[in-house]
């Protein structure tokens, strides 16, 4: 099973992709009309609000025809912001879709912070990284800034998966992340 994950910029009617897989041209892009030649089969927007410069209405229209499921996550990008509330249910989102045989888009507004923490909180929670292997593995593919609470938050999940044993866990094998 191959496991994609992409954070990208949208702008427009245009879409970089930055795929976060070894099979896949690091430089994909479509319009906002059709993702599904890349494969997409599911979104996380982690950006939902109303479209002002900080958020982003992703319009459900245009991945419904195309069979694309949708989450949409109403995240600040604000250092106060709890976003660890969603860490487990974004996480479980895309674990579901990886697990079938799916490929999942993750953005927000610029694709730094928001989505990037949760992609992070994905490798964590799903695949067994610490916090610092989980950021060392997505920078390799794309430069990425969590603002400094998410990244606080992060920490502070790394310290209770750390505490139950969970990074001493076995990697599941089929997975190329
Ligand atoms: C989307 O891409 C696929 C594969 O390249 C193509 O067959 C399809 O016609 C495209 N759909 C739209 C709406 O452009
Ligand atoms: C996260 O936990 C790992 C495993 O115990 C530890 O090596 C690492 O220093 C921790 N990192 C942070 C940022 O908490």
């Not at 910029?9 to 994909?28: A, H, Q, S, T």
């Not at 990008?77 to 045989?101: P, Q, V, W």
């Not at 927000?108 to 695949?127: E, T, Y």
Request: hydrophobic content about 40%; aromatic content about 8%.
């Amino acid at each position: 099973m191959s496991i994609m994950l992409m954070v990208i910029i949208k702008v427009r009617l245009r879409w970089w992709v930055m795929l976060l897989d070894d099979d896949d041209d690091d430089d994909d892009d479509d319009d906002g009309a059709n993702l599904t030649h890349i494969g997409v089969t599911h979104v996380l927007n982690a950006a939902e609000g109303a479209d002002d410069n900080y958020h982003v209405t992703a319009d459900k229209e245009i991945y419904r025809p195309a069979g694309i499921k949708y989450k949409g996550v109403e995240a600040s990008d604000d250092t106060e912001f709890d976003l660890s509330k969603h860490f487990n249910n974004c996480a479980d989102y895309i674990a579901d879709a990886l697990e079938g045989g799916g490929k999942v888009m993750v953005f927000c507004k610029v694709g730094s912070s928001r989505s990037a923490a949760i992609v992070l909180a994905f490798l964590m929670l799903k695949r067994h990284y610490t916090a610092p292997e989980a950021v060392k593995r997505v920078r390799s593919r794309r430069e990425i800034c969590p603002n400094d609470g998410f990244l606080q938050q992060l920490c502070d999940l790394n310290e209770t998966l750390k505490s139950i044993g969970h990074f001493d866990k076995k990697r599941p094998q089929s997975t190329n992340m």
